[in-house]
């Protein structure tokens, strides 16, 4: 796996392309081929803390796109989830073989 795998660009709410990372896979109960992510744009709070956003990684005709979720009670799933400690065993497997 490469950095590059898990960045990707999007427009933010502005419209401008921005760079994009994902900070947390997290298992989909109902889909195991299209898991939950927790990412970032690096835009920020209130609080000047990065805010997370949650979407789902679909695969369309051989490619893959990431489906938006704006769906509290998904959200409230992922981050439950994330606290999860294999979760978090795997994610920090994953990050610690980017480097």
Avoid: H, W
């Amino acid at each position: 796996m490469k950095y590059e795998d898990l960045s990707f660009t999007a427009p933010n709410k502005d419209g401008i392309e921005v760079i994009c990372d994902i900070l947390s896979i997290v298992p989909n109960p109902d889909n195991k081929e299209e898991p939950y992510v927790i990412y970032t744009d690096y835009s920020l709070d209130e609080n000047d803390d990065f805010i997370n956003n949650y979407g789902k990684i679909v695969e369309d005709n051989g490619n893959y796109v990431l489906r938006i979720i704006t769906d509290e009670k998904t959200i409230n799933y992922i981050n439950k989830e994330s606290e999860d400690e294999v979760v978090k065993y795997v994610n920090q497997e994953i990050q610690d073989n980017l480097e």
